[in-house]
T-cell receptor, first 114, second 116 residues
Framework: AQSVSQHNHHVILSEAASLELGCNYS??????LFWYVQYPGQHLQLLLK??????LVKGIKGFEAEFIKSKFSFNLRKPSVQWSDTAEYFC????????????FGQGTTLQVKP | EPEVTQTPSHQVTQMGQEVILRCVPI?????FYWYRQILGQKVEFLVS????????KSEIFDDQFSVERPDGSNFTLKIRSTKLEDSAMYFC??????????????FGPGTRLLVL
């Protein structure tokens, strides 16, 4: 069955540090890939998505992610985090069922220290 | 900016009772979804709904669950006889048809359901 794995469950960084959150998925066919963020007390919001084309996608708030098909990965990066980036980050994929179903990773809690 | 809304934000119920969770998707959206997140676990897909019918449901979505779009604006999830293990945060999401089923899903704030 299709699955998504996020390697880091809890990450603590200082402001201005660089961030990379890992995401791997199991399905070998055509996929659409997403990163969602949930700020404290708020709902899930889309950070960025990959459907096709340039494998390096840029999202909101300075985030980017790179789709590496050979590694089944879609890692999220930000060169310099801010305290306001403290949130939970979810990688998700929709794939073969053609119904829009999203399969989520377990989430990574990012804590940025001021 | 249009948002998906959900009511109630919190619901406490007794085991065996019926609950209805309500969602108002973004108005021009055509695809609707329910997900849930048990505390400390992944967000899990429950059901997708398009053109007034279920397009896919997960193993979790058994006969105790049903969905309905009663009036063209609301999208409801009913749990007929709640169990303790139904305690979770339930998220509604919707998407438009821009890129078909792969289009971005917009999530509501969730309903936290606690079954006692």
């Amino acid at each position: 069955a299709q699955s998504v794995s996020q390697h880091n469950h809890h990450v603590i960084l200082s402001e201005a540090a660089s961030l990379e959150l890992g995401c791997n998925y199991s399905y070998g066919g055509t996929v659409n890939l997403f990163w969602y963020v949930q700020y404290p007390g708020q709902h899930l919001q889309l950070l960025l998505k990959y459907f096709s084309g340039d494998p390096l996608v840029k999202g909101i708030k300075g985030f980017e992610a790179e789709f590496i098909k050979s590694k089944f990965s879609f890692n999220l990066r930000k060169p310099s985090v801010q305290w306001s980036d403290t949130a939970e980050y979810f990688c998700a994929v929709n794939g073969p069922s053609n119904t829009g179903k999203l399969i989520f990773g377990q989430g990574t809690t990012l804590q940025v220290k001021p | 900016e249009p948002e998906v809304t959900q009511t109630p934000s919190h619901q406490v119920t007794q085991m065996g009772q019926e609950v209805i969770l309500r969602c108002v998707p973004i108005s021009n959206h055509l695809y609707f979804y329910w997900y849930r997140q048990i505390l400390g676990q992944k967000v899990e897909f429950l059901v997708s709904f398009y053109n007034n019918e279920i397009s896919e449901k997960s193993e979790i979505f058994d006969d105790q669950f049903s969905v309905e779009r009663p009036d063209g604006s609301n999208f409801t999830l009913k749990i007929r006889s709640t169990k303790l293990e139904d305690s979770a945060m339930y998220f509604c999401a919707s998407s438009d048809a821009g890129q078909g089923v792969g289009e971005t899903q917009y999530f509501g704030p969730g309903t936290r359901l606690l079954v006692l």
